[in-house]
């Protein structure tokens, strides 16, 4: 069974959860986005003992500090901060590492209708590859939510 985002989220240190909430208020708004900004409203608002209206009306900066120290949030959530920070703050890795995988994307983003689960060897030749580049520790974080996020393509991560 693969690992769950709600796992990787309370993994992350309070920095990166930090960058991660931040991330996550600046998302597009599309549909899942404002469902799961709607559901941390809702979180912050029972945790602050505020009406939601209220929560929603805190500055952005504000949302993202209280959402980082919930250690506990949903999958959904956790799901939506982490896409949302790879997308922001680790495109130039996302990409280094697909390229390296020879998966086809835009700008770190796989634009193939579907893709064939990588052999192990070639994720860890890719994952070696972009180390040389990148820190360990970003490198470790997007393999562990390729899998989490999609286990059946990204079943051979270790």
Same mark, same amino acid.
């Given at each position: 069974?693969?690992?769950?985002?709600?796992?990787?989220?309370?993994?992350?240190?309070? /920095?990166?959860?930090?960058?991660?909430?931040?991330?996550?208020?600046?998302?597009?708004?599309?549909?899942?986005?404002?469902?799961?900004?709607?559901?941390?409203?809702?979180?912050?608002?029972?945790?602050?003992?505020?009406?939601?209206?209220?929560?929603?009306?805190?500055?952005?900066?504000?949302?993202?500090?209280?959402?980082?120290?919930?250690?506990?949030?949903?999958?959904?959530?956790?799901?939506?901060?982490?896409?949302?920070?790879?997308?922001?703050?680790?495109?130039?890795?996302?990409?280094?590492?697909?390229?390296?995988?020879?998966?086809?994307?835009?700008?770190?983003?796989?634009?193939? /209708?579907?893709?064939?689960?990588? /052999?192990?060897?070639?994720?860890?030749?890719?994952?070696?590859?972009?180390?040389?580049?990148?820190?360990?520790?970003?490198?470790?974080?997007?393999?562990?939510?390729?899998?989490?996020?999609?286990? /059946?393509?990204?079943?051979?991560?270790?």
């Amino acid at each position: 069974m693969s690992e769950r985002p709600s796992r990787i989220w309370k993994d992350l240190t309070p /920095e990166l959860r930090h960058s991660a909430a931040a991330a996550f208020w600046l998302d597009d708004g599309s549909n899942d986005g404002a469902l799961q900004q709607a559901e941390a409203i809702m979180a912050i608002a029972k945790r602050l003992n505020f009406r939601p209206k209220s929560a929603q009306a805190l500055p952005e900066e504000r949302r993202a500090r209280l959402l980082a120290q919930m250690p506990d949030v949903s999958d959904a959530v956790a799901t939506r901060a982490l896409i949302a920070y790879h997308f922001q703050a680790q495109r130039p890795l996302m990409s280094a590492f697909l390229d390296a995988l020879g998966v086809t994307h835009e700008n770190g983003l796989i634009t193939a /209708e579907s893709v064939a689960p990588p /052999e192990g060897r070639a994720i860890d030749e890719a994952a070696g590859h972009v180390r040389q580049t990148f820190p360990d520790a970003d490198v470790r974080l997007y393999l562990r939510t390729l899998k989490a996020l999609d286990s /059946e393509t990204w079943v051979n991560v270790s």
